[in-house]
Structures are given as C-alpha cells and as structure tokens.
C-alpha cells in the first residue's frame, strides 16, 4: 500500500469500499491515536495512522466486521512476560496479522490457521547505505521473527535465513520474497521496485494457497 494518499485514494486504488457512516481516522482506539502523536514528523504521522486505518479495513473485510470494531490484545513480550507482545485481533476467528512499513510503503499479510511475519524496507544509496545482501538477510530474518512472535527480542543476525533457492529460512519457518511493481499500474512481474525488499514467513507457508493483492508478486 503507497501511504502518501488518503483513506478513500487508497480504497480506490486496491478496489476497496469504505465502510459508510464515519471517517477513517475514528475507526482508530485511544492506543493507536495515542502512539500517532508522539510522531513529530507530519508526514512519518500520516503514514503511519493510514497504514493502521488500512489494517483495519482489510482485517474488517476479512471478518466481516466494521474496521471500528476491530479491536486488538497483546501478546505477553518473550522477553519480559509483559503486554507489550505481538498484537492480535480479538475474536479474530484465528486471523493472524503481521503489518510491516517502510517509508511510504506497506505490506499487510493475513493468514487464517497459522502465524505470519511479512517486513518490507527501502534500499537506500550512498556511503552509508546498508549493503544490499544485508538488507536482504535483514528482511528475511525479520519476517521470520514477526512469524514467530518474537520480534526484536531475538537478535535478526542470530537467525539462520538458509538458502533461499529452498525457501526454508529458520527451522520449521519458510518463506517467500516478494517483488514490488515499480509502480502503481506496472504490472507484477515486470521488475521489482529498485527501493524495496519485502519477505513473507510462516509455518508450511508452501503448504498454503497464496493470494496476492496488486502490485505484489511472490517468488521462491
């Protein structure tokens, strides 16, 4: 999803309808408004509550509920046992969710029956860009992380992302790369976006149907 839009751009622009009756940004609880404000940059701001008001509206689809009444739990943090863990929807009929953003760019997986972890980064440029193989590895290892519940409370160097011609990247967890189209309108599989990584990682993730929302692609 491209976050430099509004609410009903970005519905159009994935052939969504929003729901009729209030605005997108009600739909958010006092947890969410509450982390929004303590983001000083305007733009990083936006960004990041339209990235919250999209979750919502998919997971809304996904559940036949209004994105308002979504609402969310924490998971206890592996780390500290506190509840500040992974969020998970309540009720959610075993929907997992894993959102990921970076700079104005998206990516929401959900997946009904089993964990996912989805990451996505930009490539920057220059003499104090991260090499590419790295951020490769990074994207990979924090996908499986996500997948796994564990977040950053593990160190992303200490996971074993594997060969990815055999898409199994830690253990039990498998995944897949996703390409980017270049942009809105470039049909998948005509080149990824050149400022993107993105990852996707679960349990008997090659076991599973994948449907695939535009412009993202999967490869192995």
Same mark, same amino acid.
């Given at each position: ?90 009720? *959610? ?23 996912? *972890? ?15 193989? $790295? ?40 995944? &897949?790369?996703? $390409? ?8 998948? *599989?005509? *080149? ?17 149907? &994948? ?10």
């Amino acid at each position: 999803m491209r976050l430099d839009d509004t609410a009903a751009g970005l519905a159009r622009a994935h052939g969504l309808t929003l729901p009729a009756g209030s605005s997108a940004a009600a739909w958010l609880d006092a947890d969410e408004r509450a982390r929004a404000a303590r983001l000083l940059d305007a733009t990083d701001r936006h960004r990041w509550l339209l990235s919250h008001v999209a979750t919502r509206l998919l997971v809304g689809l996904a559940l036949d509920r209004h994105p308002a009444d979504v609402t969310w739990r924490r998971e206890p943090c592996r780390r500290c046992g506190g509840p500040h863990g992974r969020p998970v929807v309540v009720d *959610g009929d075993d929907l997992h969710v894993s959102l990921s953003r970076s700079g104005d760019t998206a990516l929401l997986a959900l997946r009904r029956g089993l964990p996912v *972890g989805v990451d996505v980064e930009q490539v920057t440029t220059g003499p104090a860009a991260t090499p590419h193989d $790295d951020l490769h590895r990074w994207v990979r290892a924090e996908a499986v992380l996500k997948s796994t519940g564990e977040g950053l409370t593990r160190d992303p160097a200490a996971v074993d992302v594997g060969d990815p011609a055999r898409a199994r990247w830690s253990g039990e967890v498998e995944g &897949l790369d996703l $390409d980017l189209a270049a942009a809105a309108g470039t049909a998948p *599989g005509t *080149g990824a976006d050149p400022r993107l990584l993105a990852a996707l990682a679960g349990p008997a993730l090659h076991g599973s149907s &994948l449907g695939v929302h535009l412009p993202v692609t999967a490869s192995t």
